[in-house]
């Protein structure tokens, strides 16, 4: 569902990405782990179509990100590490309007809208300015946008920032189910207890470069280490 082939991106002098190759299956739950600036969300925004890659190619879907991104576009949920929002729409308007673009059929879309906000308890927000919402909230508000037209894959960096212990519980819940649909979930992240959690397959990434992927157990295994926190500090910190 995700193929990344080659890939490498440079920031004047600085490899960010260094020949990055990534097959992810549909259904497949994988996480990109890796220190700050191992080049997480550089990777996850090229596979977005947001940034152009200095090499390489991404498929999704079978799809090329560069010359078919329209197509790529309609299959795709992003949930960025900062949130972008309209911040004088209120979220009843902001979801509607993701609905419309998505061609997501108005009784569905507010149906769903009814659902998550009793969900995730923000009724008391629907008529509220985003720009007056907290941080968290607003993350929220980008997550039901992705559910309401359930894209095939999701994209998610750094994806429990700044929220409660309730909504993380219930993050965790909605998204491998979306999973066991067949939607498949690549996620960045530093938190190494929800990405052994939730993943199928681990990947980490260290300077750029992928230096080693396979599930949470095969890991440790292979480096015999008893937790993925060991293992990701003996992988990391080696220099
Ligand atoms: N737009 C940019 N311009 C220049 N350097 C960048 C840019 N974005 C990221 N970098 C650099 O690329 C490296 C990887 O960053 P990033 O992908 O954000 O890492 P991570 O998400 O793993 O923390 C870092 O050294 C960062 O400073
Ligand atoms: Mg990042």
Redesign the pocket.
Known sequence: MIIVENLSKK?GT?L?VKDLNLHIKKGEFYSLL?P????????VKIIAGLMRPTQGRVLINGYDIEKEYIKVKQILGFIPDNPFLYENLTPYEFLRFIGDIFGVDKDKVLKSIDYYFEMFNLREYKDVLIKELSHGTKQKIVYISNFLHSPLVYLIDEPLVGLDPFSIHLLKKLLKEETKKGRTILM?THILSIAEELSDRIGI?SEGELITQGSPCFLKEKECSETLEKLFLKLTQSE
């Open positions: 920031f600085l960010a890796g700050n600036g191992a080049g997480k969300t550089t990777t960045c990434l």
